[in-house]
């Protein structure tokens, strides 16, 4: 079983920055461990549908981006560590969200994944 979890949360102001960390321990039902998941980050915001943000593929290490973080936003992640980071630049109140971050072993798209953590919550005051 696969555990992920999201820390860095927190309050801030607009034009703040705030980095974002994830794990993921643990063994997938295929085998497969944290180099080769696919990682994501999403967000909820209160009334609304939780929405992509980010992603990073284990493949080749592509990254995409929501057009709406595009430029502020840098994921990455550090394999040793079993860990992904979101770097938010830049940030304005309409980030505020609770980030969930999704481990994917056999999904193989950007939207769907197997494994979710409980979310960290993102505040940014104006």
């Known amino acids: 079983q696969v555990e992920v979890v999201e820390s860095g949360g927190g309050l801030v102001q607009a034009g703040d920055s705030l980095r974002l960390s994830c794990t993921a321990s643990?063994?997938?039902?295929?085998?497969?461990?944290?180099?080769?998941?696919?990682m994501g980050w999403f967000r909820q915001a209160p009334g609304k549908e939780r929405e992509f943000v980010a992603g990073?593929?284990?493949?080749?290490?592509?990254?995409y981006y929501a057009d709406s973080v595009k430029g502020r936003f840098t994921i990455s992640r550090d394999n040793a560590k079993n860990t992904v980071y979101l770097l938010m630049n830049s940030l304005e109140p309409e980030d505020t969200a609770v980030y969930f971050c999704a481990a994917d072993y056999s999904c193989g798209n950007l939207y769907e994944y197997d494994y979710w953590g409980q979310g960290t919550q993102v505040t940014v005051s104006s």
């Open positions: 990073i593929k284990w493949s080749d290490g592509s990254i």
């Open positions: 643990g063994r997938a039902a295929n085998g497969r461990t944290f180099e080769n998941f696919d």
